[in-house]
């Protein structure tokens, strides 16, 4: 039976990569696999994304929370400051709440 994990009140769940950078690590020493990968939608927080990598570099990340997608370009060769670039692709969906809806 696995054992459960107990944070302090406010700590977040770090992933692999956060761990190893709190360690010591460098982002050098990560392999590039793990620094390019998308868990959550950029807009909403949603982990419920469906992603698609492309070139080892470029996420398409699909949201299917509030619907947007999105293109992540990890390093881009053409601006070697920037650690990535975003691009909405699609908008999200706007929500509606029951105080937004109409009716009889």
Known sequence: MPVPVVR???????????????????????PASMANEVHRCILCRSTNIQT???????????CRHCGATVRIEFDPPDQPGLRGTIEVLVEPAAKTTRDDQSGP
Do not use: F
């Not at 406010?10 to 990560?30: C, H, N, V, Y």
């Not at 698609?52 to 699909?62: H, Q």
């Open 8 to 30: 302090p009140a406010g700590q977040k769940r770090q992933s692999p990569t956060e761990i190893r950078l709190a360690a010591g690590a460098s982002l050098a020493s990560i």
């Open 52 to 62: 698609e990598t492309t070139e080892g570099r470029i996420v398409i990340a699909r």
